[in-house]
């Protein structure tokens, strides 16, 4: 559990110190082999959710880190709406865990670089601004992109080569 | 949990048959004084999976019908692919859950009514035929239209019933 912020923090600084930690997330992912995206639920600087991708660890397709570090800060709360959080997560959410992000009422998402495939915050969706919604989130990004990009990016490499080599060996 | 269905029925009485067992989650939720929405994930005539929605009465902003279905399916299957699986549910899913029948893999989602403010699968976006999305799903909409959507203008009228005699008493 992150510890509460300076409040003399710029806020690039706090967003940088919680995506750090997210990162460190997605690191818990790739040690199990998934793939490695991280997440934070945040507020008044204290972490009150974090989750890592899961899926083919629990076999669960909604076990996206968003959707486990909303569940788990809603359960901290004892409330569905997450007023006042901040969402941090390293890559950004697809339209299940945008609808998510939503429906929790999180003001905030901060991410670190864009999912072109699959983006709900401004690539092939941008939920975060559909003015049909009750709830609009504001939304920034390209915190630590480059670190969360390279780490995306290297997994993916890896795999491929895994597959290669497998294949060569049949 | 519902039998095997006899494989002489028609797709219609099938899906009607599931879709009152959907109604029968949905009057789970209602009990629990939650909006009355339920659902089903159907393989070769056996459930795999039900819910209601539970968003109140578990403090989860997650806890639709569909996702808790979905998750229940999942486990029971081992496998987050819910490959030749049906969804039934009694209202059209919202965008977070659309987004977790694609990433399930689901084919085929009947659902009993729209929900012009939110739905995701035809009302105000539709999801299931993105042609960006490395999965399409097959949508029949309307089986026990009018029962579900009597179902849930009565729930709201109520509430709303109830909202303005305590504002009276006030």
Chains 1, 2 share one sequence.
């Not at 864009?114 to 969706?125: K, L, Q, T, V």
């Not at 939304?139 to 080599?165: M, N």
Request: proline share 3%.
């Amino acid at each position: 559990m992150a510890g509460k912020v300076d409040s003399e923090s710029s806020q690039d600084d706090v967003d940088r110190l919680f995506m750090r930690a997210a990162l460190a997330e997605a690191d818990c992912a790739e040690a199990l082999r998934e793939v490695p995206i991280g997440a934070l639920v945040v507020r008044d600087g204290l972490v009150l959710g974090r989750g890592h991708n899961l899926r083919e660890t629990t076999q669960d397709p909604t076990a996206h880190a968003e959707i486990i570090a909303i569940r788990q800060a809603a359960e901290k709360l004892n409330s569905w709406r997450l007023l006042d959080c901040t969402l941090y997560v390293t890559l950004e959410p697809c339209v299940m865990c945008m609808g998510a992000i939503i429906l929790a009422r999180i003001p905030y998402l901060v991410y670190a670089c864009r999912d072109p495939r699959a983006g709900a915050a401004g690539s092939i969706y941008n939920l975060a601004q559909d003015e049909r919604f009750n709830h609009r989130v504001f939304v920034r990004e390209g915190v630590l992109q480059h670190q969360c990009s390279t780490q995306l990016s290297a997994f993916f490499q890896r795999l491929r080569a895994e597959k290669k080599d497998a294949r060569q060996r049949n």
